[in-house]
């Protein structure tokens, strides 16, 4: 059994919502690796949480990342990614409308 930790990269603007538009495809990878019997988390960063992201790596101690990268947050992504690959080195997966 593996642990995945999925994040959601977005930025929070005046005009956007509370709360980032669920990627359905996070929704649907989690649900094909619980079937398999994988366990996942789901972590949304922002700008200002990189702090939480690190304490919920720690926490949950994945043995991979998936990260959706929203295209307002490219840099954010990279920042965060980089933050965890300090951490512990391990494999990490980027999906979403710009995750080249």
Do not use: N, W
């Not at 992201?53 to 959706?68: E, I, N, Q, R, Y």
């Amino acid at each position: 059994m593996s642990r995945i930790l999925f994040l959601q990269c977005y930025r929070r603007g005046p005009s956007a919502a509370p709360r980032p538009r669920f990627d359905m495809s996070i929704g649907v990878m989690a649900s094909i690796l619980r079937e398999a019997g994988h366990e996942s988390r789901l972590h949304a960063v922002t700008a200002s949480d990189l702090a939480a992201l690190l304490h919920a790596f720690d926490a949950f101690a994945p043995d991979a990342v998936f990260v959706s990268i929203d295209g307002t947050a490219v840099d954010l992504a990279r920042r965060a990614l980089t933050e965890l690959g300090h951490r512990k080195s391990l494999p990490i997966y980027a999906g979403g409308a710009y995750a080249t």
